[in-house]
Structures are given as structure tokens and as C-alpha cells.
């Protein structure tokens, strides 16, 4: 081989990427030869003067940071942290405002409850209970009219353990609405009937059973109307006189 | 399509060791500090989002050069850049010729001047700065520089040759205008 095609091969032999056997060649070649050696010399000089003149640009720490925070995963969970965290922080108002709402909800309904406690209390306390004293329902039902906003319908109770005692006049909130008092095996049930309102559904909800000093409070919705029964007789009686409430007004 | 934390934490331990090269291969193609900063931030920002395509087991380094320079290469002055190199021939490693112009005291004394250097590694045209670059101060083999550059091995030597030839020729004239 000569001079000039050792020569084409030097830049890969000095990159080492020579393959083996030329290399030894080549090696041999070197050990002989004071133009090709010098040439590789030259070469091999300049490279490693570039390879140190070349390294020039020192990025800014600062540059390197921005960079590291873009890609980290780190940064990227601490960006997503901050969201979670306000995400934390508004269901946490969230949660405040609808504790509130449900407080100020216990809190209307335990006053109307306990009202209406006062009032079916005041009832049995009283000397003259009701203010139509009938156990007829034809009779009973239309004493209410021009008394009251509604009209209601009155369960038919023949055959059944109940017996209606009479009705009269109540308030609540201002609101004018019908007591009727009925008997189940010696207790007394007094039902209350009012024009239902959203503060009423609101406050009262439908088909939960309550108690209230000892007495048990059932309330439901039918017609436009708010039922509402007050006892110290059991669940069932309750259930079994709301279901006849329920069939009367359809 | 976002990475999931381990595959992003895998990006950053693969990427960061590369980042002082990366700025200093993208300044020398940019010749501006500016640039080079955007070049470096749109190259992590493309590897990271692409990072889901890399490969496994082949060379990140070579994938992450090969986005910085066609990043560099689509910006306006990658573009025009590209204008001012013609790069016939240089399939041919035989069309270079071991170059005569320049003696070996002249390269030596050369080499003592890093500012000569680098003033003629700026005077190359970018395609020959870079593969330079990537063979002398990386110190990359020719096959990761082929996979950088998107070039057969061939066309690697090759140019490499020519961009070497130039740069003594360069060496040469500076030393010339010393004399």
C-alpha cells in the first residue's frame, strides 16, 4: 500500500475506527515510515486540540436550572401538587358551605319538630282538645272550610283500629293549617296538615321517622300538602294510619 | 401524551449529564448565546414529550443530538445555514485527497493558539463544524454519528475527511497571515 492511501486512513485509525488487522498494519506502517508518522502525529495533535478548544460554551447555572425544572418530574409533581392542594382547599369550602347548609337544615327542622311537639303536648294538656269533636270524617272535613287554605281528605276508618277524635285549628310559622286527633289503643295521634313550602320540604324531607321527646314523628308530601303525624304509639300504628292517609287522598 | 413520573424520571437521568454538551454543540452551531438557550430548551422540550418513542437500548445521546440539530436546522438559522456548504462528492471517502497545503510545524504551532481553533472551527460551514464536533469533542464513534446525523457511515467518513481537510486548510491560512 502506499504512502497516500496510508494516509486516507489515518483520521480512522486515530478515531479508532480503524478496523483490527489495518490497525497492526498500519501500526507497522508508522514504525517505518517518517512522512506517514509525522502526518498522524500532526493529526493526532490537532485533534486533541480540538477536542479541548472545543468545549467552549459554558451554559448558565441559571439556564441549566430552568431546564432541570422543566423536565423534572419533581417540578411537574409540585405543579399538580399546587393544583391539589387548591383543589384541597375548595372542596374544603365545599364541604364547609354544605356542613352549614345541613346544620342550618337540622337546626329548621328540629324547631319546627319541637313546635310541633309543643302543639300536639298542648293539645293533650288541654281540657278541650279539638274544636270539632266528631268521629265522623263527612263531618270533620268540612268544618275545616273557609279555616284553612286546602282541602284534604279524610280516611275512612271503619274496620280499622283507629278512631277519629276531631279536628281544630293550628299555626306554625304563621302558617294556618288542620290538627285532627285520633285514638290507637288509648294513645292519642294528633295529624297535622299544612300547605307544603320549600322551607317545610326543606326542613322536614319525606318518609323519616323522627322522635322527639319520646314521641315519634313521621312526615310526608302528598298533594301540594304536608302530612305530618305525632304519637307515642308505635311505628307501626303510624305506618298503618299514614297508608290510609296516603289511599284518601287519591 | 404526557409521560408517566417514572418514564419522566428516566428522561431526566438520561438527559441531564448531556446538557452541558448539548449547549455547547448548540452555541457552536448557533453562534449566539440566546439562540443556543432556545435551541437547548425546544430540543428537551421535543425529547420529552417524544421520549415515549425513544427506543430502549439504543443511543440516547445520538437521539437526543439528532433532535437538537434538526431543531436547529428548521430555525432560521439552521436555515440558512444550510445554504452556504455544498456537500457533493462526499459519498465518494476517496474524493479527499490528503491535504498538501499545510505543513506539520505550521498545525503545531497552530495548536497552541485556541483561539485560532476556534475562530476556524467558526469559519466551517455548519455541516462540517458539527460532524467535528461530534467526532472530536464528543468523542462520538462514527456510528452514533451517523445515527445523529441521519447518514450512512460511508457518507460519515467521508465528510468527516473533507471537514478535517478544511479545517487544516484554514489552520494553514491563519498561520500564513501569522507569518
Known sequence: MTCESWQQKIDAYLDAELPEAETRELDAHLRTCTSCSSQALTRSELKRSIHLAGKKFVPDPEFRKRIQSSISPQTSGRRWGWIVEVGIACAAVVLVIFGSLVWVRQSQRQQLVGELTDLHVATLASANRVDVVSSDRHTVKPWFQGKVPFTFNVPELQGSPFELVGGKMTYLDQNPGAELLFTVRKHVLSVFIFKDSPELDRALGSGELMRKLSFNIESWTEGGLRFLIITDATRSDIDDLRARFVQAAR | ?179
Open chain 2, 1 to 179: 401524551m404526557a409521560l408517566d413520573r417514572d418514564k419522566a424520571n428516566e428522561f431526566e437521568q438520561l438527559s441531564m449529564p448531556l446538557f452541558a454538551s448539548l449547549y455547547n454543540l448548540a452555541q457552536w452551531l448557533t453562534q449566539d448565546r440566546g439562540e443556543a438557550e432556545d435551541l437547548v430548551q425546544e430540543s428537551y422540550a421535543k425529547a420529552l414529550k417524544g421520549f415515549g418513542s425513544f427506543q430502549p437500548g439504543t443511543n440516547f445521546r445520538a437521539w437526543m443530538y439528532r433532535i437538537l440539530r434538526n431543531t436547529f436546522l428548521t430555525s432560521r438559522t439552521g436555515l440558512k445555514a444550510a445554504r452556504t456548504v455544498s456537500l457533493e462528492d462526499e459519498d465518494d471517502p476517496q474524493s479527499v485527497s490528503p491535504s498538501t497545503t499545510e505543513t506539520p510545524e505550521s498545525i503545531l504551532l497552530a495548536r497552541a493558539d485556541q483561539d485560532a481553533i476556534q475562530a476556524a472551527l467558526q469559519q466551517l460551514p455548519v455541516a462540517f463544524r458539527e460532524i467535528i464536533l461530534l467526532c472530536d469533542v464528543e468523542e462520538m464513534s462514527y456510528r452514533e454519528i451517523a445515527e445523529a446525523l441521519t447518514i450512512p457511515i460511508g457518507t460519515v467518513m467521508s465528510r468527516l475527511a473533507r471537514a478535517r481537510k478544511a479545517m487544516r486548510g484554514l489552520l494553514a491560512g491563519v498561520q500564513g497571515v501569522q507569518r
